[in-house]
């Protein structure tokens, strides 16, 4: 039986201006849905064949109802409802990559494509094959290195902005740009200590809410939320790759209050950091050191 699906997880969450979570293909049946639903991150599909149809809501809360059709696309944005679903005669077939990160934004708005306009066109239609490659180099290799797979999303939003319909330039050396550099330069060098947002904006000469206002026009996030999700990136390989007490991991990451660490660690992962180790380290737990720490409710455990 000839397979109509593939389907590949990202292993890597390093990067911090792109990254990948999933990505796969579909030859879909008639009338195959998803949705209604939220994602948590940006998600692209291409249409290789076929017909099907999106429904999204745009920034107003208004719904509108999307015809699509080979060698068209369509972008979900994070927290947009919406449903898809293929064609009752003739359903699509697409591949798809779920991504975000700190330049996600940006990369979309430069191929033409935002929260309220999701739809994307070619200039020309034999444009589509050049777009195809790049995602399905992406599918078809999912044993390849994290840094080929980045690679080719990078090829891949280079294809959708120069083949855009509606691509806009973005105007070089804007100054909005160049303080949310300075900012995620500062969090770079300096997440091991204890800096805070005022440490950030003063160090970019801003007023805090002013700089706070220009991160999220160009990241769509806060300044508070990357800082805490660089820092917990940073601990997760600590405790997945070294054999570090979880009391030296958070204190590695400006975290010198174990218990705080452990509960912004719980925040984003859901886990604590030992559990979090026990299901993801990589060192064989004979190997690890055995000093005494605190666990997230205060009783002595091994890190």
Same mark, same amino acid.
């Given at each position: 039986?000839?397979?109509?699906?593939?389907?590949?997880?990202?292993?890597?969450?390093?990067?911090?201006?792109?990254?990948?979570?999933?990505?796969?293909?579909?030859?879909?049946?008639?009338?195959?849905?998803?949705?209604?639903?939220?994602?948590?991150?940006?998600?692209?599909?291409?249409?290789?064949?076929?017909?099907?149809?999106?429904?999204?809501?745009?920034?107003?809360?208004?719904?509108?109802?999307?015809?699509?059709?080979?060698?068209?696309?369509?972008?979900?944005?994070?927290? /947009?409802?919406?449903?898809?679903?293929?064609?009752?005669?003739?359903?699509?077939?697409?591949?798809?990559?779920?991504?975000?990160?700190?330049?996600?934004?940006?990369?979309?708005?430069?191929?033409?494509?935002?929260?309220?306009?999701?739809?994307?066109?070619?200039?020309?239609?034999?444009?589509?094959?050049?777009?195809?490659?790049?995602?399905?180099?992406?599918?078809?290799?999912?044993?390849?290195?994290?840094?080929? /797979?980045?690679?080719?999303?990078?090829?891949?939003?280079?294809?959708?902005?120069?083949?855009?319909?509606?691509?806009?330039?973005?105007?070089?050396?804007?100054?909005?740009?160049?303080?949310?550099?300075?900012?995620?330069?500062?969090?770079? /060098?300096?997440?091991?200590?204890?800096?805070?947002?005022?440490?950030?904006?003063?160090?970019?000469?801003?007023?805090?809410?002013?700089?706070?206002?220009?991160?999220?026009?160009?990241?769509?996030?806060?300044? /508070?939320?990357?800082?805490?999700?660089?820092?917990?990136?940073?601990?997760?390989?600590?405790?997945?790759?070294?054999?570090?007490?979880?009391?030296?991991?958070?204190?590695?990451?400006?975290?010198?209050?174990?218990?705080?660490?452990?509960?912004?660690?719980?925040?984003?992962?859901?886990?604590?950091?030992?559990?979090?180790?026990?299901?993801?380290?990589?060192?064989?737990?004979?190997?690890?050191?055995?000093?005494?720490?605190?666990?997230?409710?205060?009783?002595?455990?091994?890190?």
């Amino acid at each position: 039986m000839e397979k109509n699906f593939k389907f590949g997880v990202f292993q890597n969450d390093k990067n911090i201006d792109l990254t990948i979570f999933q990505y796969g293909w579909e030859k879909c049946v008639p009338l195959h849905s998803y949705g209604p639903a939220r994602r948590n991150h940006y998600l692209f599909h291409f249409i290789f064949s076929g017909k099907g149809y999106l429904s999204s809501n745009d920034s107003s809360g208004n719904t509108h109802l999307h015809r699509l059709e080979a060698c068209q696309g369509f972008l979900i944005c994070p927290n /947009q409802v919406n449903t898809y679903y293929a064609d009752e005669n003739l359903p699509w077939e697409y591949a798809w990559v779920e991504f975000d990160g700190v330049k996600a934004m940006e990369f979309m708005e430069m191929a033409g494509l935002d929260y309220d306009n999701p739809v994307y066109r070619t200039k020309k239609r034999e444009f589509a094959s050049l777009i195809r490659d790049e995602l399905m180099y992406i599918v078809d290799n999912p044993g390849q290195s994290p840094i080929y /797979q980045i690679g080719h999303l990078y090829l891949l939003f280079d294809r959708l902005i120069q083949c855009s319909s509606s691509a806009k330039v973005n105007p070089a050396g804007k100054m909005k740009d160049f303080y949310v550099k300075e900012a995620i330069s500062f969090v770079e /060098q300096n997440y091991s200590r204890s800096i805070t947002v005022e440490d950030i904006a003063a160090f970019c000469n801003l007023n805090r809410n002013y700089l706070g206002k220009l991160f999220r026009e160009g990241t769509n996030q806060t300044l /508070q939320h990357f800082l805490m999700h660089y820092r917990m990136n940073r601990a997760a390989e600590l405790l997945k790759f070294s054999d570090m007490s979880v009391n030296e991991v958070g204190k590695m990451c400006g975290y010198p209050n174990q218990l705080h660490f452990s509960r912004a660690f719980k925040t984003i992962y859901g886990i604590s950091p030992n559990h979090w180790r026990e299901e993801n380290g990589t060192l064989p737990k004979s190997g690890r050191r055995s000093k005494k720490s605190f666990s997230q409710d205060g009783h002595e455990g091994t890190p």
